[in-house]
């Protein structure tokens, strides 16, 4: 059973920084963080294949850089620059492969595996 731990949300004021982590239990997937605000839908932030490449989505490209340490087996997503609107219940997605990638990497309904979410909060 594929088990995803995420850690490291908490409350900031805009401009600041968080670092999130996701561990999984296992390794040589694809990854990708979501966000989910209340009301809204789930939507895709950062996309990690598992060959190496990445995708962001557009309204947090510059400011949020996904990353893997491979030795730990840990996907990191390092939110700098954070606004009011990046509140959200942040979550951790895997999937065999490279399919995702390919495909629709940002849509939900492309990730299988999923963690229970860390809360971020960004007040202005």
């Known amino acids: 059973q594929v088990q995803l731990v995420e850690s490291g949300g908490g409350s900031v004021q805009a401009g600041g920084s968080l670092r999130l982590s996701c561990a999984p239990s296992?390794?040589?997937?694809?990854m990708a963080w979501f966000r989910q605000a209340p009301g809204k839908e789930r939507e895709g932030v950062a996309a990690?294949?598992?060959?190496?490449?990445?995708v962001y989505a557009d309204s947090v490209k510059g400011r949020f850089t996904i990353s893997k340490d491979n030795a730990k087996n840990t996907l990191y997503l390092q939110m700098n620059n954070l606004k009011p609107e990046d509140t959200a219940m942040y979550y951790c997605?895997?999937?065999?492969?490279?399919?995702?990638?390919?495909?629709?990497?940002?849509?939900?309904?492309?990730?299988?595996?999923w963690g229970q979410g860390t809360q971020v909060t960004v007040s202005s």
């Open positions: 997605a895997a999937a065999r492969g490279s399919k995702s990638m390919r495909e629709q990497p940002l849509s939900p309904s492309m990730w299988p595996y």
């Open positions: 296992i390794s040589g997937y694809s």
């Open positions: 990690f294949g598992s060959i190496g490449v990445i």
